[in-house]
């Protein structure tokens, strides 16, 4: 079965401080999707990012990074020189990719609520 | 193309009555996907389509839950006899080739039963 764990329920931070929320998953796929949404007190979720399962560079973009880590079936969101806009709730997300047909659907962590200080 | 649509955003019920919501998808994706995601939670999955074929239903999508995508364009999602458990944000989600291509999550129908 497949799952993801966000064991981090809350963070509060001040502004500036650098930030990492942790996402631990668990399949039995060989092939995968991992994501990272952003979810707004409005609701609506925001893709960050989405990695497969054979790509295992990290990622930068702007100052968002992401640490993908087969070996320990990670794959965590640091957030550097945090700020207030950046409050919201992360959730970390896996999906099988099997063949046409198949659903494929978002299995979600439970979020990790980030709050940033002024 | 305005993205993933749903309606309403917002309902509040009263127990035992019945709601609709709807979900517009983008116009070329075959693939849409509900999920229902309660206070604290991250979203569950539901059900999902492709094009007009309910190929999928969660456990969590009882009998009074029902779920249609004529013609394969936008989806309704049914609760009938609501209870207060019904209670939640319902978020549709669409795509083209998913995981691959990745969803697009509409706004949500936030439901509050009383």
């Known amino acids: 079965a497949q799952k993801v764990t966000q064991a981090q329920t809350e963070i509060s931070v001040v502004e500036k401080e650098d930030v990492t929320l942790d996402c631990v998953y668990e399949?039995?796929?060989?092939?995968?999707?991992l994501f990272w949404y952003k979810q707004p007190p409005s609701g609506e979720l925001v893709f960050l990012i989405r990695?497969?399962?054979?790509?295992?560079q990290n990622e930068i973009s702007g100052r968002y990074s992401w640490n993908f880590q087969k070996s320990t079936s990670s794959f965590n969101f640091t957030i550097t020189a945090s700020q207030v806009v950046d409050s919201a709730v992360y959730f970390c997300?896996?999906?099988?990719?099997?063949?046409?047909?198949?659903?494929?659907?978002?299995?979600f962590g439970t979020g990790t609520l980030l709050a940033v200080q002024p | 193309d305005t993205g993933v649509s749903q309606n309403p955003r917002h309902k509040i019920t009263k127990r035992g009555q019945n709601v609709t919501f709807r979900c517009d998808p983008i116009?070329?994706?075959?693939?849409l996907y509900w999920y229902r995601q309660t206070l604290g939670q991250g979203p569950e999955f539901l059900t999902y389509?492709?094009?007009?074929?309910?190929?999928?239903k969660s456990r969590l999508l009882s009998d009074r839950f029902s779920a249609e995508r004529p013609k394969g364009s936008f989806s309704t999602l049914e609760i009938q006899r609501t209870e207060q458990g019904d209670s939640a944000m319902y978020l549709c989600?669409?795509?083209?080739?998913?995981?691959?291509?990745?969803?697009?999550f509409g706004s949500g129908t936030r439901l509050t039963v009383v």
């Open positions: 989600a669409s795509s083209l080739a998913a995981p691959r291509l990745g969803y697009t």
């Open positions: 399949t039995r796929d060989t092939t995968y999707y």
């Open positions: 990695r497969n399962s054979f790509d295992e």
């Open positions: 997300a896996l999906s099988e990719s099997k063949s046409v047909g198949a659903t494929n659907k978002l299995i």
């Open positions: 116009s070329e994706h075959n693939r």
């Open positions: 389509f492709q094009n007009e074929a309910q190929l999928e």
